[in-house]
T-cell receptor, first 113, second 111 residues
Framework: GENVEQHPSTLSVQEGDSAVIKCTYS??????FPWYKQELGKRPQLIID?????GEKKDQRIAVTLNKTAKHFSLHITETQPEDSAVYFC????????????FGQGTRLTINP | DTAVSQTPKYLVTQMGNDKSIKCEQN?????MYWYKQDSKKFLKIMFS???????INETVPNRFSPKSPDKAHLNLHINSLELGDSAVYFC??????????FGPGTRLTVL
């Protein structure tokens, strides 16, 4: 079945710098790749997603890139701000059996003022 | 007008007790999920229902029994609670394999 690996597990950057989180997946048939942000004590919320027919998608300071050949996708956050501090999860759709999302292990991002 | 709601938000109970968590969504989605998030923040799917039918059961102990009375509701009953069941349980809903909307979570503490 689908397996998603996410790196790094923790990331600390200076305010204003960029942050990059990377994920790899195993199922070449996966076609949907969302990213979720979870603030402390809150629910995971979708921040951006990408489908397999697109290589890159951008929404203001966040962007996601997808390399289907290498089976990896990345989240890029530019001009980081303190409110970007959270745990970020990548996920990939599984094509095996009932459809579901398989989540990465999460990255705890800390923005230092 | 909350999209996905869960009750209760906190649940503190003794080992061996039985407890239930309720979830409701008003998004008109056909698919609902239960996830367990442990202390390391890992999000693991437990169950999924599509239009009241169980479609995913991820090797969860038999002490956990989901029930979906209609496609807008998905409840989780846990028998004989154990220390290892302590976690945050999230309900979610989606239409097909698409954006999943999560509930606020239920923090279960087993003493």
């Amino acid at each position: 079945g689908e397996n998603v690996e996410q790196h790094p597990s923790t990331l600390s950057v200076q305010e204003g710098d960029s942050a990059v989180i990377k994920c790899t997946y195993s199922d070449s048939a996966s076609n949907y790749f969302p990213w979720y942000k979870q603030e402390l004590g809150k629910r995971p919320q979708l921040i951006i997603d990408i489908r397999s027919n697109v290589g890159e998608k951008k929404d203001q300071r966040i962007a996601v890139t997808l390399n289907k050949t290498a089976k990896h996708f990345s989240l890029h956050i530019t001009e980081t701000q303190p409110e970007d501090s959270a745990v970020y999860f990548c996920a990939a759709s599984s094509s095996e059996g009932a459809q579901k999302l398989v989540f990465g292990q999460g990255t705890r991002l800390t923005i230092n003022p | 007008d909350t999209a996905v709601s869960q009750t209760p938000k906190y649940l503190v109970t003794q080992m061996g007790n039985d407890k239930s968590i309720k979830c409701e969504q008003n998004l008109g989605h056909d698919t609902m999920y239960w996830y367990k998030q442990d202390s390391k923040k890992f999000l693991k799917i437990m169950f999924s229902y599509n239009n009241k039918e169980l479609i995913i059961n991820e090797t969860v102990p038999n002490r956990f029994s989901p029930k979906s009375p209609d496609k807008a509701h998905l409840n989780l009953h846990i028998n004989s609670l154990e220390l290892g069941d302590s976690a945050v349980y999230f309900c979610a809903s989606s239409q097909y394999v698409d954006t999943q909307y999560f509930g606020p979570g239920t923090r279960l503490t087993v003493l």
